[in-house]
């Protein structure tokens, strides 16, 4: 082609977009940025796309809901509640259920992807504890992700209230339990959130712009904040032959981890559908309207404010009176205990640097069996969750068990106190019999099971020495600290 050559209008469009805006540079630049490859990555990636399932469905469910708690009578496809009287948000609901094309699909679609969505956020940030990779210079962006996991949290909560059938308002009524146990102004937390008596007559409304507007605002910001850092301080990867803190060993962004990270999309994506077209969830029509004299039988949060509810079940039924003030200890120390829970989670980066005095930045990850006293500590926690998500559906357990419910609360107030402080001395325990596994593996070998006599008549068992990469991935942290071993002669 000749330098006369007149440029094509796409490329005039380029170059007039590259001019102003950079997209040649940046596109050089981070097109071909490397992404490790290892399996434990599509964890976040689960994060990001059910997040998106979540955007696009909700934009579609907001063109058919009314966020309105006045008084209708319901006149549709759904038999049994013709001619009751409901609010203006569940008559709506019922109709996306059974009026609106694909308005169930979409409704359930919705409702788990926000499970997904929350339960891939847990084990993403689980994945990152248990290997470290929270360190420096990350403490930042594991702010941000902790606070997606938080503001998830309500989310999923003010999401599931807006139907305004019986469960979610057993639910709201729980919120405002928790409200009015707080001393001095939790009458005033209550008439302002409700806008007046419970259940009052704006909650759904309020809860609405929350749900649809503010919080999701934020998540996206947050988000975008939140990968943005991942390529400004580069992906952690495992330790491994030719992987240091100052390279990153895996494929380029474009053709190749865009290809797969599109393909995993639309698996994310087909996955829910599936999952949303064969398994029903929150099928509101059941529960019925919600009605202030009526509490839902065996009412049950979604899994992830399941810890919470438990807090309450099994916490006595204390009250104590202070100055002519009643203070209900029952509620009132699940409710400080439940933020105080999360936020150990927020803070370990800080805590661990403070005690261990590490101010190095970090950018392989730990082996979770080289760092006891963390892996412990996150068992102990998990277990902590699982113990309290038990007493949040103690009444179910107790049915389903065939046992009264007040030996499983007991067992539940007992096991709060004694099973995490069991873990986390079981965990430990087991990291440190892995460590000396893996020094025996360095130092001789792996056993073959060949026994050889010596030529004075010992018999000793033939070991079979490590490759250089097996050698590497086990001695890396001892490399990190400088106490590196070396392995004895093999036979």
């Known amino acids: 082609m000749s330098a006369t050559t007149t440029p094509g209008r796409g490329e005039r469009v380029a170059d007039w977009l590259d001019g102003r805006l ?171 959130l409700f806008g007046g008596e419970f259940p009052g007559h704006d909650i759904v409304a309020r809860f609405y712009s929350l749900h649809i507007l503010l919080i999701p605002g934020i998540m996206a910001a947050l988000v975008v904040t939140h990968v943005l850092l991942v390529v400004y301080h580069k992906h952690t990867q495992f330790a491994g032959p030719g992987r240091t803190g100052r390279n990153v060993i895996g494929a380029p962004f474009y053709p190749v981890y865009l290809a797969k990270a599109g393909g995993f999309f639309f698996l994310v994506f087909g996955t829910l559908s599936i999952v949303a077209a064969v398994a029903s969830i929150n099928p509101v029509w059941v529960y019925g309207p919600f009605r202030p004299d009526q509490v839902s039988t065996g009412a049950q949060p979604d899994w992830y404010l399941g810890f919470a509810e438990g807090l309450v079940r099994v916490m006595p039924g204390w009250e104590v009176t202070l100055w002519g003030h009643t203070l209900v200890l029952g509620v009132l120390i699940p409710v400080v205990v439940f933020p105080l829970l999360l936020v150990f989670i927020g803070v370990y980066p800080f805590l661990e640097a403070r005690v261990t005095r590490d101010r190095r930045e970090h950018h392989l990850l730990d082996r979770p069996r080289n760092r006891p006293v963390r892996t412990a500590s996150g068992a102990s926690w998990i277990s902590l969750y699982l113990i309290l998500l038990a007493g949040g559906g103690n009444d179910i357990v107790a049915t389903r068990l065939h046992l009264s419910i007040n030996t499983v609360t007991w067992l539940v107030r007992v096991a709060v106190f004694a099973v995490p402080v069991l873990v986390f001395v079981a965990t430990r325990r087991i990291c440190l019999g892995l460590q000396l596994r893996d020094r025996e593996l360095v130092l001789h070998g792996r056993e073959t099971g060949v026994i050889k006599r010596l030529p004075h008549g010992e018999y000793v068992e033939v070991h079979q020495p490590l490759d250089q990469a097996e050698l590497h991935t086990l001695t890396a942290h001892l490399r990190d600290r400088g106490e590196l071993v070396e392995r004895e002669p093999q036979s």
């Open 22 to 192: 950079g997209i040649h540079s940046l596109g050089r630049t981070y097109l071909r940025k490397v992404f490790p490859d290892h399996w434990s990555f599509l964890l976040g990636e689960i994060c990001l796309y059910s997040f998106v399932v979540l955007i696009l469905t909700g934009v579609y469910l907001t063109l058919f809901f009314h966020p309105s708690m006045n008084e209708v009578t319901y006149h549709g496809s759904y038999v049994p509640l013709n001619g009751v009287r409901m609010s203006e948000a569940y008559a709506s609901t019922l109709d996306i259920s059974f009026d609106v094309r694909g308005g169930l699909l979409v409704r359930q679609l919705h409702h788990w992807a926000a499970l997904v969505f929350v339960a891939a956020m847990v084990t993403h940030m689980m994945r990152h504890f248990f290997t470290g990779s929270f360190r420096k210079p990350r403490e930042i962006n594991w702010l941000f992700g902790w606070t997606l996991l938080f503001l998830g949290l309500f989310e999923g909560l003010f999401g599931y209230s807006l139907p305004d059938d019986l469960l979610s308002g057993t639910g709201l009524r729980f919120v405002n339990g928790a409200l009015l146990s707080v001393p001095i102004v939790g009458t005033y937390l209550s008439m302002f």
